[in-house]
T-cell receptor
Framework: NAGVTQTPKFQVLKTGQSMTLQCAQD?????MYWYRQDPGMGLRLIYY???????DKGEVPNGYNVSRLNKREFSLRLESAAPSQTSVYFC?????????FGSGTRLTVV | DAKTTQPNSMESNEEEPVHLPCNHS???????IHWYRQLPSQGPEYVIH???SNVNNRMASLAIAEDRKSSTLILHRATLRDAAVYYC??????????????FGTGTRLKVLA
């Protein structure tokens, strides 16, 4: 019963490098989400996907792209990382009563 | 999007009840009230949600004001494991019908032994 799995758990990037954060859920949920959380702040929505094949922007989409590869997987890509993207990234999927979150990816851009 | 207002922090003694308030004066008639909590170094976890009536589950109770402009999360007996940041969130359906949670900064609950 894995729930929502995020990889990697930690990552350090140099400014300008690219990387993809992976997220997979095994609960057959239609909707999936990517959030970022900066120190001492609440979570902010980056992108979401209501169903396979659809994606929409959230509050803070600039600098990110997403892919809903299939029903299980929703990836977040940073094309050219910037120090302002240093954050903890959470993926979530939605059930009837609420969200299930992953344990997060802690990303540092130097 | 409807917003919520919560105190930045609260303290409670272990084994005592805790009442965490949330104001949402601009709530719309179809908005659900959700509560999540975030333990240190973890993702948020669902606690409870409701629309108009008070709700109970094994983790907590949710008391919703009659005019729905405020609500209170009640932890009946706080334990050290309940120390977390608690978020009160209103759903925002948007045109897609998908609920998009808008998080505030939450209430940091400290439980004293």
């Amino acid at each position: 019963n894995a729930g929502v799995t995020q990889t990697p758990k930690f990552q350090v990037l140099k400014t300008g490098q690219s990387m993809t954060l992976q997220c997979a859920q095994d609960m057959n949920h239609n909707s999936m989400y990517w959030y970022r959380q900066d120190p001492g702040m609440g979570l902010r929505l980056i992108y979401y996907s209501a169903s396979e094949g659809t994606t929409d922007k959230g509050e803070v989409p600039n600098g990110y792209n997403v892919s809903r590869l299939n029903k299980r997987e929703f990836s977040l890509r940073l094309e050219s990382a910037a120090p302002s993207q240093t954050s903890v990234y959470f993926c979530a999927s939605k059930a009837l009563k609420g969200y299930t979150f992953g344990s997060g990816t802690r990303l540092t851009v130097v | 999007d409807a917003k919520t207002t919560q105190p930045n922090s609260m303290e409670s003694n272990e084994e005592e009840p805790v009442h965490l308030p949330c104001n949402h004066s601009t709530i719309s008639g179809t908005d659900y009230i959700h509560w999540y909590r975030q333990l240190p170094s973890q993702g948020p976890e669902y606690v409870i949600h409701g629309l108009t009536s008070n709700v109970n589950n094994r983790m907590a109770s949710l008391a919703i004001a009659e005019d729905r402009k405020s609500s209170t999360l009640i932890l009946h007996r706080a334990t050290l494991r309940d120390a977390a940041v608690y978020y009160c969130i209103l759903t925002s359906g948007g045109t897609s019908g998908t609920y998009k949670y808008i998080f505030g900064t939450g209430t940091r609950l400290k439980v004293l032994a």
